[in-house]
């Protein structure tokens, strides 16, 4: 088992965890401009790839370029729809108020989905990009999984609750900042009955944060991701987790 310690390596050389993940190196909000390369899942060398951007800061819109083509703004805490790509090695600029902070090629490749999160560890902007496995859940069921991207609590291990009472209920516990780059499980979606959950996020002293009344449709899947605003120190973000909901199929 990778501790805490393997993930702040990570983080500071930018190097890739695991096969399914791609994590980039990048730039300060400065002038210059940065790259990055990885691997992510393997597969078709030719076809079609599909990427969606999520922009998980709350400094403000980002505007992406995918492989020399404007994709617009992604405003924060939301994400743009899949957007297609021929497979190979492809271009990610992302700019912010007028500079480029992210200049990065990525493997990619066909009849694959993807989720690419935009985010920033003190004055450097990164990627992360993580397979989606679209596959229809079983008949009855939804697929869902949490990624933590709670950028400024990073060093506080957290449980999470998906639960319906008397229905269903799927647990993950001690989850931390960027922890699907150590564990790849973490970026598979796991199978729960569709219906009306609570979403809680603990720890040992209390209840962190909650979202109520969230529906899991019948073959859907969905991404929990776990924010914080960046202008909280680690002992307040810690009491303002935004739990973001978002679907994917």
Partial sequence: MKTFYNIMLILLLGFTACTKVVDSNSTSTGSGTGTGTGTGSTGNTTGTA???????????????????????????????????????????????????????????????????FIYRVGYNWRISLVADDLTTPSAGKAGIRVLDF????????????????????????????????SYDTYTTFKQVAAGTYN????????????????????????SVILMTQADLVASEALKYINIDFSTLK
Avoid at 162 to 177: A, E, H, M, T, W
């Fill in 50 to 116: 599909n990427i969606r951007f999520y922009n998980v800061m709350d400094y403000g819109n980002v505007n992406v370029t995918l492989n020399g083509v404007g994709q617009g703004d992604v405003a924060i805490y939301y994400s743009t729809a899949y957007k297609q790509v021929a497979a190979g090695s492809r271009n990610i600029k992302v700019t912010f108020g007028g500079n480029t902070i992210i200049d990065v090629y990525v493997d990619v490749f066909g009849d694959k989905y993807y989720s690419c």
């Fill in 150 to 181: 709670r950028t400024q609590a990073y060093f506080n291990y957290v449980n999470v609750r998906v639960i319906s009472v008397g229905l269903d209920q799927l647990d993950y516990s001690n989850r931390n900042f960027l922890d699907h780059l």
């Fill in 199 to 222: 979403i809680n996020v603990f720890n040992d002293s209390a209840t962190l944060s909650s979202k109520t009344g969230v529906a899991l449709g019948n073959g859907k899947i969905y």
